[in-house]
């Protein structure tokens, strides 16, 4: 193996553990471990159209979830794993099995002084094509009031 493969497989490895580490914290509750994988910067987007969250949010959202012992659990049955030339960004896209059924993460982790840390984290519900109108019908209300209150914020600038 080249040096470059060699790299790209430790790369590979340690990331791997990485997305591993955040699920079982989140399956077991573990606050301490889950929140130690965010970078200062994260971001985390989940399965609501109101979930776009940065850390402190999140944190809010979710922490209370885990004080009370209820993490969330997904188990990877597939998963993708990308990096940049220098091997210090990564990004992924998983396939999860889970309460909501099969789900979708991706994400982004950046290497920061030799830790791999997320710096956003996406979750979405898979809705099968032959299922697409029903499901765009279900949530029809919802996505009319939701695009209403939106119209009325401003865009971020970000």
């Known amino acids: 193996m080249s ?3 060699q790299k790209k497989a430790e790369a590979f490895s340690h990331v791997d ?5 955040w699920h079982e914290a989140a399956a077991t509750a573990n606050w301490k471990n889950y929140e130690a994988l965010m970078g200062a910067d994260f971001h985390f987007i ?5 979930e776009n969250w940065g850390r402190q949010a999140f944190t809010a959202f979710a922490k209370p979830y885990f004080d009370r012992g209820k993490g969330w659990k997904y188990t990877p049955l597939e998963r993708n794993i990308y990096f940049n030339k220098q091997k210090n960004i990564a990004w992924f896209d998983e396939l999860l099995d889970s309460n909501l059924g099969v789900c979708r993460g991706s994400g982004i982790l950046i290497l920061s002084k030799g ?23 279900l949530k029809q209300n919802d996505d009319s009031l939701f695009k209403t209150k939106l119209n ?7």
């Open 152 to 158: 009325k914020a401003s865009v971020n600038p970000k």
């Open 3 to 5: 040096v470059a493969g």
């Open 46 to 50: 989940g399965t609501d159209a109101t």
């Open 17 to 21: 553990a990485v997305l591993n580490q």
């Open 115 to 137: 830790k791999w840390l997320f710096s956003q984290y996406v979750l979405s519900m898979t809705v099968p094509n032959d299922h697409a109108d029903a499901v765009v019908k």
